[in-house]
């Protein structure tokens, strides 16, 4: 079936005195876009821009930038340019990209974009996001899980030195690199859960080493107002499935069975894939205890997860300005692991408030549902455009649709005139995926 363009195209050319509004509007295209199509000149608007490629051409162009960045890889307005020049086979003026993407601004846009490991950006697809939206939809239309039940746990690794990139005062005599740092290798883990509508369960601090130390614990709050905290060790300092394990039974537990009325109902569980989150030790520990599990989708908890989307970053702000405070104006060479505990304890208190766990919650689009903050959009069911009384004719991009089309002409189906447009911008298109193959080939061959 040929596309609305296509059919308004041919109309205007078989009734020729149809104005183009009318035609537009029936068709449901822009007027302006099939002045140009049916002209081959542009719209009075665009009319001093630069344009040495065909509409067919740039078409082209388009897709080729779509592809790459299906890819992965964003291209620069040089990079446009170059392909550009490729399918012209000349120079182009100095200001032609930015006509270029002013003319296709509705598919194509030239902005700063931030990195993203690769498979991060192939993961956050529609299909993904509007599957896990539904999944979490019919767990909460269940209405087995109240507010106050429902979780979200993770870790976040800290440094006992920083090295953030921060604007700081200097002489100007002084190397932009000055900044001393006590010298570290090692770093903390704290393992996090926070609650939609009840208090956060207390932190784990994970230490890197063979056993605990009691020096670890000195520095920090005490009494009753303090903040709780539970510690263990690994050798690596990292989360593993034994950790997992521990954090449900000291942790997690505890301190949300009587919310839950003595275990009785259901507790609401979301994490992210990572090994020690699936063991099945953990889960069927999980299930045996009443709590449900919910996996956030793989390489998306940072669109997702609250913890990850309004939370940690807070909290490792807190703690690293009490770090820097403790580095101002010392001549120490390091900071001691026993310092930790406290900073930790000061930064979550700061940092687990109500209004700040409500607002991860609200920003990751989990609760209140919002599929809009999830990126989710519904497809609305398509109407099909209206159909041309004359046969359609296909672009030939092969010698059956070109000897079919010859055929229509011949039997009087067609305008020959109509065959021709169709030719012609089959032609264009070969002549510039040709070129863009070309070049493309000769970039890998520079290489």
Known sequence: ?????????????????????????????????????????????????PRHLSIVQEEELVKRINEYAERGTLLTPRHVVELAEAVYDGKLGVNWGSWFIQRHCDTIHSRFFSYQELGHLHADIPETRRAFYHLVKDVYDTGLYAPHLIFNMDEVAFELSSSRRVRRVAPRTHPKNGQAVPPSNEHITSVACIGIDSAPVPPLIIYQGAQLQESWFKVGEKGDGAVRQLAINTDSGWINSYVMLKWLEDAFDPYTRDIASGGRERRLLILDGAEPHTKVDFLEACWARNIVVILLPAKMSGRFQPLDVDFFNTLKAAYHRQLDEYQLGSSLRGVAKGMFWGWHQRAWRETATSRQIRGAWRKSGLFPLDPAVMGIEEQAPATPPPQAATEDLLTPRNLRILRANSRAVRQGKVAPFSAMLKLEKASEQLIARNALLEDELARVKAT
Do not use: C, F, W
């Not at 079936?1 to 041919?10: F, I, K, R, Y």
């Open 1 to 49: 079936m040929a596309d609305s363009m296509t059919l308004a195209l041919e109309h205007k050319i078989n009734k020729p005195l149809e104005g183009y509004q009318k035609v537009a509007d029936l068709y449901g295209v822009s007027k302006s876009s099939l002045y140009d199509r049916h002209t081959g000149v542009h719209s009075s608007h665009t009319a001093s821009a």
